[in-house]
């Protein structure tokens, strides 16, 4: 099996593969407090509670943009699982073509999306990430990436109002049936919604008319409110909430000799029998 591991500022997803099939998955909160004992002994849980056994794990491959927890979460791998996990940098090949200025800047889960999404839904293509921030990743007619743009993510921008608007409190993030809101939460809440929704529609609609090919563009929205968004935004045209974790599915299979190679590593093996007392 293949556990994928895709390290994000709010959260961590981990998904678990047998073959191309996603078995399984589960997120925790991205903490650098957390130990790799901690963190061990929550992912031998959420395997118990699949029904699976991490001894079964053959392999595993991370994507970060957060290195304050890389040193644990290698740790917790390296030591309850037992193998040494593939980290995607820029000496991993992703297969993809890569026209920014300069392509060492582009974060690696905006690259494994690409990788992703072009193999799931062809090219040209939108990707949109809602989460702590939310990113709009472009790829062209030939399936190169070209860039995108960069938003702070709702929930961000709803935190920053309440901290610095002292008279603002935190809110629900729905959406008001009215965009005229009657009341101060309501009045918020609206403005949340609908401005992330009109950022979307324009941010779109001006990204298509510079993309050769783009009017007619796939736009496929992931991340942690990407389902919620798309109800609001018919510019949306599918949403894949594990399509990071099948980036870094694909990005494995093309990079398999290079773990292949590394020298297997000594693990704490917990039974089987262990294993289900968890």
């Known amino acids: 099996m293949l556990l994928a591991i895709d390290v994000g500022n709010t959260n961590t997803v981990f998904g678990i593969y047998r073959g191309k099939e996603l078995v399984g998955s589960f997120r925790l ?5 957390r130990t790799s004992d901690e963190l061990g002994m929550q992912i031998h849980m959420y395997y118990s509670f699949l029904r699976l056994h991490t001894r079964d794990t053959d392999a595993v491959i991370i994507a970060s943009v957060v290195p304050p927890v890389m040193y644990t979460i290698i740790n917790a791998i390296r030591k309850y699982i037992g193998v040494q996990p593939l980290i ?18 582009v974060g690696v889960d905006r690259l494994v999306n690409a990788v992703s999404a072009v193999r799931r839904y062809g090219a040209p293509l939108i990707i ?27 929930k961000v921008a709803m935190e920053a109002l309440f901290q610095k608007a002292s008279k603002l409190p935190r809110v629900d993030i729905v959406r008001p049936e009215k965009a ?16 992330y929704v009109g950022a979307i529609h324009g941010t779109v609609h001006e990204m298509k008319a510079e993309l050769d090919g783009g009017e007619n563009c796939r736009v496929v929205a992931t991340g942690g409110m990407g389902r919620m968004m798309a109800e609001y935004c018919d510019v949306i045209t599918d949403v894949d909430p594990d399509l990071t974790l099948e980036g870094l599915r694909i990005i494995y299979e093309n990079n398999k000799e290079k773990f292949d190679a590394q020298p297997k590593i000594g693990a704490l093996r917990v039974s089987a029998e262990e294993e289900g007392v968890l």
């Not at 909160?29 to 407090?33: D, H, I, L, R």
């Not at 995607?88 to 800047?105: A, S």
């Not at 005229?180 to 401005?195: D, K, L, P, W």
Request: hydrophobic share 35%.
């Open 29 to 33: 909160s991205t903490t650098a407090q």
């Open 88 to 105: 995607v940098n820029k000496d991993i090949d992703t297969g993809l073509v890569n026209k920014y200025d300069n392509p060492k800047e």
């Open 128 to 154: 949109i990430d809602i989460g702590t921030a939310m990113t709009f990743d472009v790829i062209d007619k030939e399936g190169a990436y070209l860039g995108g743009a960069i938003f702070p993510g709702i």
């Open 180 to 195: 005229i809101g009657t009341n101060t939460v309501m009045s918020m809440q609206s403005g949340a919604v609908r401005g």
